[in-house]
């Protein structure tokens, strides 16, 4: 998977969460929790549909490392590398 | 022979609109069965029978809004005969509290729809096809038929991608079904569905109302309690490690648990306060107050919240978190709420204090868990802590009851392999 695609899969699943953020406007550098408002049901859910889509269960000591979508798409890379 | 009547949904509702029937007349319908959906400020709600009967005749139709109280359906209790065929039933006529009134003037939709609904002996006959609330809406406010659209649901049902599909393909539609005024309405309409069917403004509306009537009737005390919430944390993490994450569980749940197990100790915190008189319950019934995207909080209630072990509740949570902002929460779960919980989550206030939900008598507020210095055995140590607040209500209960709360859920969040 490129970073593109993983990219796209990512703010797919964002927005199956969240229907209300619009995924143009999402920025790499913008915060989950504190930007996108995401509480920590939210968070798990997209771990959870992460972990569905990619295989990719991210454990929560990691969890900071995804805690943007410019951060998580380039964990995830790395993950499925 | 009775009649199923509107029930209300909490202390901020008035009215509802009926949007769905679940039974048909002629069904027998048990303890607790779902048997019609009404959309509310709150969103659509799943409305309960609680008694054993059989649904004689629908008094009310849907689509229509109605106040509290008002009569939807006649039904006789399993066993009796059936009254029905008798013409008179005067009754039914003397109940109605207010008549049936509906909150939009301009139905545009109902003017725009080619043949009248009228009143129909047989509702299944002619039933509508399954449609989600949020695609009846918009199919509502698009003018498009319901009948014309192939609903990929479960069942066949209509969901709202089939109605959007649908208007943004009009090539097959009718060009009385969908003018080009209508689909840009549509589209306005779309950027932010927080959840289907809900209406932000009246949400807020019955906030205030709901709030506003708690600070004038209940003379509320504060108390809180800044707690060491470092071995709940540890023991946590030692607990997800190498789980998926479909099994893992949230510091929210520790909470739950640690409040739920607390106030079984605590009676006077517990219950209902309707009349000027003060009804404890044994069961626990946990209101989690769930915060909707866009604004607004519904606080729908875990039911025997005290008999859940902690997965249990973390699978009470999550169902009740993802039926709350996207799909339907049951009227028990809007009315029987015995206390309520609140949690800030992580990055929000150090402390939270809670308006009490009438006819409850208490919110217990979480903060965001801080890492504090913090004295364990004359050493200075960094700990994750977090405030814990009670609002109660002084009628029922006083300071040093309420302490007694906070005390129980530091005691048990010290030993959370035992919760």
Redesign the interface.
Known sequence: MTEAEIRRAFLEELTLI???I?PATVGDDDHL??DL?L???DF?NL??AL?KRLGV?????DYPQIATPGRAVRYLARALD | MTTFKMPSLGADMEEGKLVEWLVSPGDSVAHGDVIAVVETHKGAIEIEIFEAAVIDEFLAETGQTLPVGAPLARIHPRGEKSEVASDNRPEVQDQAPKPARQTDPVKPAAARRPKPETPRASPSADAPPPASPAARKLADRAGVELGAIAGTGPGGAILLADVRARIETPDAATPDDCIEGQMADVTDAR????KPGLDMAAMRQAIAAAMSRSKREIPHYYLARTIDIQPATDWL?AR???R???A?I???ALFLRATTLAVTQVPELNGHFNDGVFRPSDAVHAGLAV?M??GGLIAPAIRDAQTLGLDAMMAA??DV?ARARNGRLRNSEMTQGTITVSSM???GGDALYGVIYPPQVAIVGFGAPVRRPWVVDDTVLPRSTVTVTLSADHRVSDGRRGARLLGEIERLLKEPDKL
Do not use: K
């Open positions: 969240a229907p209300d619009d929790q504190d408002e509480d920590s049901m798990l771990i959870m972990h269960a991210v454990p929560e000591a | 950027p932010h569905p927080a993490a997800n490690l190498g998926d994450p479909e893992r949230l510091m929210g915060a995207r866009g949570i999550r978190v989550g992580d990055g």
